[in-house]
């Protein structure tokens, strides 16, 4: 008789569901025969890889026979830089996403409790119940973080708050101000993880604001990562940036060599193309604005954004208009796992992709009607 293994795991693994990504276009092409698809799913950059990163990465093809550095040493040197901090104030991962597990990991047991919001990355929820610990969740406010409301959620066993800024998938945003007040809130000792995956997409002014904070609030964590405005999805690379006290005790935890060699030299490629850049920004706010006014053309709500995609309500059951849209060869994201059932989520894309989105869904909203 076979052992039941999930009885072994953790008691907070066992009722685990995975993370399930957005859907691959190879996965539909074998659905449904489709070859000409648009994948508007996962908040990747439309303009593809940054040439200086892929010059980068197809001179260090060379050394991949040799470990990565484990360190970091020139990645690590080259954002401190970037970024007007100190080189130990920094901590990478496997896409920020690996950053956010070993904050869990160091800081989170099943005695604890952690609090983040509804409708906010569903990683969190993920990670702090696979480590045991209380999840505090707290009602949504128009959609994204109700601050005030969070602070007094804390729990005198509270460890962790996460708040993510521009929020995925709602694409809320509260401004530096809004933070720092947030901030005066919260005890010494409850760490407030800054989630800003898609920091880049506001102006620079507002992405270094955040940094000036950690000279205030010891207890600050800020993730960020290099898959979103830099394009390097596919390479895993993301980084957390706090006090050295709390930087010095995930770096205990951190797996070796999790940045891949090809990784670490497209990041510090990318950071020296402002131009890349430039133009991913730009497209984004052109592209956002294509979407807010051909959804709103076609009678949708929208949650306005400031990431680098929209979330509309549907008016119905989204899966139904998700399915309709693949057929189409239209991928996007359903969000009823966010507490979101009529919603979808797109991505924005080049000025093609964006018009082949609008016209799939004006074709499927059309065909709903003439059937309804």
Do not use: W
Not at 103 to 111: M, Q, R, S, V
Not at 128 to 148: C, F, N, R, S
Not at 341 to 364: C, M, Q, S, W, Y
């Amino acid at each position: 008789m076979s052992c039941d293994f999930t009885a072994l795991a953790k008691s907070g693994i066992q009722t685990l569901k995975p993370y399930v990504p957005g859907k691959p276009e190879a996965e539909l092409a074998r659905e449904l025969g489709i070859s000409d698809i648009v994948k508007l799913a996962s908040n990747e950059n439309p303009l593809g890889i940054s040439p200086k990163a892929l010059e980068a990465i197809q001179a260090e093809q060379i050394n991949l026979t040799r470990y990565p550095d484990g360190s970091h040493f020139l990645l690590q040197q080259k954002l401190a830089a970037h970024l007007d901090i100190k080189a130990n104030q920094l901590v990478f991962g496997n896409g920020s996403n690996d950053v956010l597990d070993l904050i869990g990991h160091c800081f989170l047991t099943p005695d604890v409790s952690a609090v983040f919001s509804e409708h906010a990355f569903i990683v969190y929820p993920l990670m702090v119940k696979a480590q045991g610990a209380e999840a505090i969740v707290v009602p949504a406010k128009d959609y994204g973080h109700d601050l005030d409301a969070m602070a007094n959620a804390i729990k005198p066993n509270t460890r962790i708050i996460f708040v993510a800024n521009p929020n995925n998938p709602t694409g809320t945003y509260h401004s530096i101000d809004a933070i720092e007040a947030f901030l005066s809130r919260v005890r010494e000792d409850v760490l407030v993880v800054l989630d800003e995956a898609y920091i880049e997409y506001q102006p620079e002014a507002i992405s270094k604001q955040s940094i000036e904070l950690l000279a205030r609030y010891s207890n600050l964590i800020i993730t960020r990562t290099f898959s979103k405005a830099y394009g390097l999805a596919g390479l895993r690379v993301g980084y957390g940036i706090a006090s050295e006290s709390i930087i010095g005790v995930m770096q205990k935890a951190r797996a070796p060599f999790n940045v891949n060699s090809l990784a670490q030299a497209a990041a510090i490629a990318v950071l020296d193309d402002a131009d890349y850049l430039r133009r991913t920004i730009a497209c984004n706010q052109q592209g956002m604005q294509q979407l807010s006014d051909g959804l709103l053309a076609l009678g949708f709500s929208i949650i306005p954004s400031k990431g680098n995609f929209i979330t509309f309500d549907t008016g119905t059951d989204a899966m139904s208009v998700y399915q309709a849209l693949l057929h189409e060869g239209v991928i996007l994201r359903p969000v009823g796992v966010y507490g979101l059932p009529n919603h979808l989520r797109v991505t924005i894309g080049t000025d093609e992709e964006n018009t082949r989105f609008l016209d799939a869904l004006k074709k499927v909203t059309k065909e709903k009607v003439v059937k309804d």
